[in-house]
């Protein structure tokens, strides 16, 4: 276990402000990457991968390249091809791990390649199955927490992604979902977290309010703890939130799963703790295949 965490759980959290200032986004569009966002917020993501791949093999010093990579590949990986047969989600995560070691080898503290790490592990851990997700866990909380801690802000040219916003709803997240049992301490050096998760997920909508993914996970974190705690207004206050989210119309191509979620949660509280994204949205995706029809991002 890393200092990081045992700062964590013996200081409070340093703050997170309300609103960060990231680089507007004509100053991104301008940028030496400008079209690699603009391919990006336009949902280009092929395009984008063989323009940021070709232009880091020419440019192998050049470390933002690695993180437009390793993003477009994950977006690639959960809204084109999560749902496809023949899609080898092991090599597709491990390369996404592999691109984002290879800039944090340049850049160790960069926060974007620290975030995509910890995604493209927990992807790894998910396609790997339990073992290697508790075997995991350690570092992807490592690498959330310091994307999380750190100063860097950053938002996409669409909204889609939003530093250190995102990695803080990480981290919420991750608190959830990690069992809070001593077998998990001892093996990893890290266990779940209720009072954590509420903590980030509260800051994550702080940092970017009004933002669906966010209060989702937040609703759900609420329900969780109000169950587990015997707090029946915490109960009530997260299935509040999940009813506002359920009524919110989506504003990118991914809210609308959270949305879909948000209800399903809210009608059924008793799913909260156990409820991941990606665990439901594979069901979802299952489901709508077994109709011949296949599953949005």
Known sequence: ???LLALLLSTPSPAVPPAPQ???????AAGAHGDLERL???GRFDEGLALARARLDANPRDVDLYWHVARLMYEIGERVQRDQATYDKEAWYAEMLSVCERGLALSPDHPHLLFGKGIALGRLG???GLVASIRYADDIEQAWLAAANSSYTYRSLGGEEILPCDPIMAVGTFYRMVPDLWVVKVLTGTRGDLDQALTWLQKADRCSPGRIEIMKELGVARICAGQKRGQDELVVQG???LRKVAAMPPTKPTD???VKHAAMVAD???MACAYSRDGQAEVDAEALQSQGMRAHP
Do not use: E, F, S
């Not at 990231?22 to 991104?28: E, G, K, V, W």
């Open 1 to 3: 276990m890393l200092a």
């Open 22 to 28: 990231q680089a507007a986004p004509d100053a991104l």
């Open 40 to 42: 990006y917020t336009q």
């Open 126 to 128: 998910t396609t790997r």
């Open 239 to 241: 299935i509040a939130t």
């Open 256 to 258: 609308h799963v959270d």
């Open 268 to 270: 059924d509280p008793d």
